[in-house]
């Protein structure tokens, strides 16, 4: 009870010290708790939406990820409905018309597809519509000329009744006029949803009045949901795809699930990083008061306190941090998660804060983790209290052997270091990615923990570097700020390396995200031929009417369509294996310079022909010359000659099987041979400019298509990677915050352990406006010695990874210095901003007061 009393005493004298490390536990553990809020209210929101849409059995195509590309979705008969609603059990069967690869235009031809990347979703009006939306302007669709569509859609585009749309799908395009707005029940799961009328869905957006996407039953009275699938499956055999609504409720989840478990380890992770940044701070706040109180924990043990007592005393005092702060972070995570639901609002994604969802065991984790984390992290320096011997109170306060880094713990970090440095030399040369990421992930550990435990070392070297560029610049003030920063390396070292943490992940991102935009610069350059590229936006294929309008235009000295067939590949070895071969026009030679080992490309295009890459060949014992048995899926079987071997190391298309459009044409039925996925295009001699702008005109009438040259299409990788990154960035903030706030406290505590130090310094002429300096000059050095020594690792990280990557064709290492100079250089104004409350508290000390201090 004793100790309790004790801890309290001094948790409350010491409350604005650890305000800041009550900080980090905040954030910390508002992190974790907020992913966990929020992926579980995703969970109840979407769980919710299925059970709002699924029927008591559902009638499906079976899946076929083997399926032709051809732009419409997998069917079943009409005529099967009428069998279906002869089945015993079944009371009503719901049909279902539905396609996900169609484009809407507004009267302006503006896209109204998410920018998200969500589907675009067309779909008929039926009653069971009725489930999960409800139509709260205007009427349901009843013509051919009529739609309704998603609030959610409609307020973003400011579309509203009356308006006419363009629908643009693979059967053809048509005009719409809207009669209605539809609003979820639940929630809008980020798509653009169009509702029509039954047969106008079958016709136009399916392509035949004979087919539907698929059934829903619903069962009769008394009939269980698996009785009813019984019926079904016996009536109709085992052709299609029977689930119950429980089925369909598990595969639909499984398939939003993943996405959703991605999201949240990916956020557990940066949550861990903020932790691990805030163990620094709070072993760093402990060390610093424990050497504050020297003098009275020596008192203490003079009077009978014995070392169990002085550790439990700085554990409690840990643990009433540990409370507090993981109390405030569990209101805080849940407010995250609602700052997180609104950001995906903004995104197209509606979720419902009365959705909000927090399960017993997220405030236990919080808890848990937030105490557990601090009191481990108070461990060493509880340790270091209790070993005070009672002699300490008649010593000045402080203790200098435990400034300084010791023999063993600088051998050890170099021995860490040294192990990490290697693992990652191994890594970099390593013939096996497998292997190769194994020693990665080793090398990136061990290099972290070594820079950690050698930091104190480091920081005798590399502050003094430092200074010498920075610091003594500014006389005296800034030899001062360099001795303060020296003087305790240990302190110095943690404090770096929180920042480190932070910055050599920025470091080695950067680094991994401008190789990969160099390399596919590279690679566009050295491979890519053509001058335009022709590609609809979320990856579609392109329409026939599209290809047509896009090889009319003028200027243009040829067009090579691409796309893919599916097709199972007999080799000499007697191996068969499902394959995607690359159909193109023959002037795909000239439009991608694939190397090749024997033969050429250009004859790959010829009349039964096909090419093979060499690693392909050697495998399965191909030849040039010989003939692969190709059985095209939904076709005929082709025997195809290997007019060509291409050379691994091609980078478009690597590993690639390739043949000619025409010869798989030859052997599909007309309607199962794949859309056009891309068009190259190669402009006339000195005609690029005007081909660039017949191009664009010829699909001005389809906004989803989009025209680039190879500059424009460089930006598109350099933007995808640069929004990644990003926001990576942005959740790793959350790491730098908390390491900054170890800055200050380490700052703020340090004027406070110096009181008496400033005070004489104040006695004896430093003015208020050169305190201030000294404090601000010394929380730059030390966040410049976090900063190079964690873009120092972070690089060698990022060049590491980029060698690896080199083998999936990530063939440059570009080191991005203005990201790195840019980092480096706002380390120092993080420093400065860090330093502004303990210079500012420096500065406003009293002489007399600060020189009397014991």
């Known amino acids: 009870m004793t100790v309790l009393k004790t801890s309290l005493r001094n948790f409350l004298a010491h409350k604005g010290r650890m305000a800041l490390s009550a900080v980090a536990v905040l954030l910390s553990v508002a992190f974790v708790c907020g992913t966990l809020v929020f992926t579980d209210t995703m969970n109840t929101t979407f769980d919710k939406l299925f059970s709002s849409t699924v029927s008591d059995v559902g009638v499906s195509p079976q899946k076929n990820d083997d399926a032709q590309q051809t732009g419409k979705p997998q069917t079943l ?130 392509g035949s009045a004979d087919e539907y996407s698929g059934y829903g039953l619903t069962a009769a009275p008394g009939v269980s949901d ?28 499984k398939d939003i699930g993943s996405f959703l478990d991605v999201m949240k380890y990916a956020l557990l992770g940066f949550a861990g990083i903020a932790v691990l940044v805030g163990v620094f701070l709070i072993v760093n706040t402990f060390s610093m008061l424990v050497a504050q109180r020297t003098r009275e924990i020596g008192l203490m043990r003079a009077i009978g306190s014995s070392r169990k007592q002085v550790n439990r005393s700085v554990l409690a005092e840990a643990l009433l941090l540990g409370v507090v702060g993981s109390v405030l972070g569990i209101g805080g995570g849940i407010a995250l998660a609602v700052g997180l639901m609104e950001l995906m609002g903004s995104m197209g994604m509606k979720l419902d804060t009365s959705d909000l969802t927090v399960k017993a065991t997220t405030p236990v984790v919080g808890l848990a ?82 820079f950690v435990v050698v930091g104190p070392l480091l920081a005798g070297y590399v502050v003094r570097a430092v200074s010498v560029v920075v610091l003594r610049l500014f006389g005296p003030v800034g030899r001062l700020a360099e001795r303060n920063a020296l003087r305790n390396p240990r302190r110095t070292g943690a404090t770096g390396s929180a920042l480190m943490i932070g910055l050599a992940l920025v470091a080695a991102l950067s680094v991994v995200g401008s190789s990969m935009v160099a390399s596919a610069t590279q690679q566009l350059d050295k491979s890519v031929g053509a001058d335009f590229i022709i590609q609809a936006e979320n990856d579609n294929a392109l329409s026939p009417a599209v290809v047509k309008a896009v090889t009319s235009a003028g200027n243009v000295e040829h067009f090579t369509r691409y796309t893919h067939v599916v097709a199972k590949i007999t080799t000499p070895d007697g191996r068969t294996a499902t394959e995607r071969l690359t159909a193109a026009d023959p002037t795909y030679a000239d439009d991608v310079r694939a190397e090749t080992v024997q033969g050429k490309l250009a004859d790959a295009y010829a009349k039964d022909a096909m090419a093979v890459p060499e690693g392909y060949a050697k495998d399965h014992g191909v030849r040039l010359g010989d003939r692969l048995t190709v059985a095209m899926t939904d076709g005929r079987t082709a025997r195809l000659k290997v007019a060509a071997i291409t050379s691994d190391d091609t980078s478009i298309d690597k590993g690639a099987l390739y043949t000619g459009i025409a010869t798989a044409a030859s052997y599909l039925p007309a309607d199962k041979m794949p859309l056009t996925g891309m068009i190259l295009a190669k402009a006339a001699d000195g005609r690029a400019k005007e081909a660039a702008a017949s191009l664009k005109a010829a699909v001005a009438d389809y906004p989803q298509i989009k025209v680039r040259d190879q500059a424009d299409y460089k930006e598109l990788i350099k933007g995808q990677v640069d929004q990644l990154l990003n926001m990576i960035y942005g959740l790793l903030a959350l790491a730098i915050i908390v390491a900054v706030l170890g800055v200050v406290n380490t700052l703020a505590l340090s004027v406070v352990e110096r009181t008496r130090e400033i005070g004489l310094l104040r006695a004896i002429g430093l003015s208020r406006r050169q305190t201030r300096r000294m404090i601000r000059l010394e929380s730059v050095v030390i966040a410049l010695f976090g900063a190079l020594l964690g873009l120092g690792l972070g690089m060698a990280w990022g060049a590491t990874s980029q060698k690896l990557l080199a083998m999936e064709g990530l063939g440059v290492l570009d080191i991005p210095w203005p990201t790195i100079t840019a980092v480096f250089l706002g380390s120092a104004v993080v420093g400065l901003l860090a330093a502004l409350v303990p210079a500012f508290r420096a500065g406003r000390m009293n002489v007399l007061n600060a020189i009397a201090t014991d």
Do not use: C
Not at 169 to 193: E, R
Not at 227 to 253: H, M, W
Not at 409 to 420: F, I, K, P, Q, S
């Open 77 to 206: 008969p009409a005529s099967l409905g009428g069998t279906l609603a002869k089945v015993p059990g079944v009371a009503e069967v719901e049909v279902h018309a539905t396609n996900q690869q169609i484009t809407v235009a507004d009267g302006r031809n503006k896209s109204l597809s998410p920018a998200s990347g969500a589907p675009t979703v067309g779909t008929n009006w039926n009653e069971g519509q009725k489930k999960s939306v409800e139509i709260t302007s205007g009427h349901e669709p009843h013509g051919a000329g009529e739609v309704v569509l998603d609030s959610d859609t409609a307020a973003k585009h400011g579309v509203k009744q009356g308006d006419k749309l363009r629908v643009i799908a693979t059967p053809g395009d048509f005009t719409v006029a809207v009669v209605g707005i539809a609003t979820y029940k639940a929630t809008n799961p980020g798509a653009a949803v169009f509702y029509f009328d039954t047969a106008t869905a079958q016709t136009r957006l399916l």
């Open 226 to 253: 698996e009785q009813l699938k019984k019926n079904v499956t016996a009536a109709i055999g085992t052709d299609y795809a029977v689930r119950t609504a429980a089925e369909t409720k598990a595969e639909n989840k």
């Open 369 to 450: 983790i937030g105490v557990v984390v601090t009191v481990l992290a108070a461990y060493l320096p509880a340790r270091r209290a209790g070993k005070i011997s009672p002699m300490a109170a008649l010593r000045d306060a402080g203790n200098p052997a435990d400034g300084r880094a010791g023999k063993v713990r600088a051998a050890l970090g170099l021995l860490l270091t040294g192990a990490g440095g290697a693992a990652l030399v191994a890594a970099a040369t390593s013939d096996s990615a497998a292997a190769g990421s194994g020693m990665l992930g080793v090398g990136v550990l061990l290099t972290l923990v070594g």
